[in-house]
């Protein structure tokens, strides 16, 4: 998955409008973008929508965030989406994997009452919101099968340390959040899960965005999400493998292939050993931009 959408659940018109975006995924907010008093409303504009899209073909992956556990509001959402059967939940605000095992169980016992499969909705977790969760960021590995990506967030998390800000006056985020960043990539490869970069909220300014996409995808980022229907074309460009990087990760595993027995070759001069064969893997493995 490339490009996650978020869309304001209350919003039909954006609903409408993001499923044209073009997006491989998009994020159902019931979160942070809907006010407190229009959660109900929300719910409702969420499942109706959800409904309508999970029977398509070639629809979009579809994602709800609910709100997190520490709101109380979590079940009521969870009652009103998963019978429409989203692909997998967004669970905002999460503090290690025992966030992950809680939602795993909620989501268990609703798939039961809707009578769906056990496991069929994933959960991807925004792993660094708080400041507890930087040191859990670890703790992610094995917390449940449903768990197939980890991303964080700036906005949160600066709230929470009392920033003034997040980012330099050139947009480029400030040492605790990359330290965020970071720990998420980390985590999330420790837990063999996709890492997603968080949201680039200047969506007008598509140098910057763009920037931030190959900061990403270099660093080992799969993904990004998106606030704004403009960034997604930018996210597929940028974390689709390009054909020349195609052509190298497949010389690379044919070079290997000719000699199953070393550890290292040499390809136009360089030097290659096991691990750039698993990153050739892995970029291979992206060809169809999924
Ligand atoms: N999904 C779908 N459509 C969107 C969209 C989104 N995330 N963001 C904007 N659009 C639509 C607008 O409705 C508008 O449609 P129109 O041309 O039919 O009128 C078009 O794209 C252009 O939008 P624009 O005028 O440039 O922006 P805006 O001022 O309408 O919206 C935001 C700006 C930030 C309010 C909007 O992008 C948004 O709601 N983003 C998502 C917010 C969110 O979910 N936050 C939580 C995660 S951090
Ligand atoms: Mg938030």
Known sequence: MRSLLFVPAD??????KAMTSGADALIVDLEDSIALDGKTRARESAAAFLKETVATTLRPYLLVRVNG????????????????????????????????????????????ISGLPEGHIKIVALATETATALFLAGSYTG??????????????????????????????????????????????????????????????????????????????????MAIHPAQVPIINELFTPTPEALAHAQAIVDAFAAQPDAGVVAIGGVMVDRPHLAQAKRVLARRIGK
């Open 11 to 16: 919003s039909a018109k954006k609903l409408d």
């Open 69 to 112: 556990l520490q709101t109380g509001l979590t079940d009521a959402d969870l009652e009103a989406v998963v019978p429409a059967k989203p692909d997998a939940i967004m669970l905002p605000k999460a503090v290690g994997g025992a966030f992950v095992v809680h939602a795993d169980a909620k989501l268990t016992a609703r798939e039961a």
């Open 143 to 224: 917390a449940s099968t449903r768990l197939t990506a980890l991303t964080w967030g700036a906005e949160d998390l600066s709230a929470e340390l009392g920033a003034e800000r997040n980012r330099d006056t050139k947009g480029r985020f400030l040492d605790p959040y990359r330290l965020a960043r970071v720990l998420c990539l980390a985590g999330a490869a420790a837990a063999e899960v996709a890492a997603l970069d968080t949201v680039y909220v200047d969506f007008r300014d598509s140098e910057g965005f763009r920037r931030e996409c190959e900061e990403a995808r270099r660093d080992g980022f799969s993904g990004k």
